[in-house]
C-alpha cells in the first residue's frame, strides 16, 4: 500500500508556472520567426508583436491555470493584466542587464557567451522576478498556502 505525500502549495505552483512559461515563450518565439521570416517584418516590430503575444499566453495559462484558485477569488481584469505585463518587461530588463552586463561590460562577446548571460542566467534570474511577481503583485494573497514571498 503506497501513502501519498502531500505536496506543498508552493510545488505545485511551480510544477504549474513552468510549462505555462514554456507555452509562451514557444508562442514567442514562433510569432517572432514567423513575423520576422515570412512576413518581413522588422526586428524590432516582430519582436515587439511576438512579446505581447506572449506575455498574453503567459496571463492566460496563469490565470486559467497556475492561480486559478486565486483568480476565483479575487477575480481579474485589465488591471491585473496590465500589471502582469509590467512584470513580465521588468523581467525583460533583467536578461537584457544580464546581456549588457556580460557583452559590453566584461567584453564577452561570442554568440555563446550571450546566450548564456542572456537566455540562461538572464532568464534564470527573470524567471525568479516573475515567479515572484505573478504571484505576489498580479494575483496577490487570496487563497495562498504557504507563503513564502512574504
Not at 65 to 87: K, M
Not at 110 to 124: F, N, Q, R, T, W
Request: with cysteine.
Amino acid at each position: 500500500m503506497s501513502r501519498r505525500v502531500p505536496v506543498p502549495g508552493t510545488v505545485r505552483e511551480l510544477v504549474a508556472f513552468a510549462p505555462v512559461g514554456t507555452c509562451a515563450y514557444a508562442a514567442d518565439l514562433a510569432l517572432c520567426v514567423a513575423l520576422r521570416g515570412a512576413l518581413g517584418q522588422d526586428p524590432l516590430t516582430a519582436k515587439a508583436l511576438s512579446s505581447v503575444a506572449g506575455c498574453t499566453v503567459a496571463y492566460l495559462g496563469n490565470a486559467d491555470g497556475t492561480y486559478s484558485r486565486r483568480r476565483a477569488e479575487q477575480g481579474t481584469g485589465l488591471r491585473a493584466y496590465a500589471v502582469f505585463c509590467g512584470v513580465n518587461a521588468a523581467g525583460t530588463v533583467v536578461q537584457v542587464c544580464c546581456l549588457a552586463v556580460s557583452h559590453h561590460g566584461l567584453g564577452l562577446t561570442s554568440p555563446c557567451a550571450d546566450a548564456v548571460s542572456g537566455l540562461g542566467i538572464g532568464m534564470a534570474l527573470a524567471t525568479c522576478l516573475r515567479l515572484w511577481g505573478t504571484r505576489t503583485l498580479v494575483f496577490g494573497r487570496a487563497g495562498r498556502e504557504n507563503p513564502w514571498t512574504g
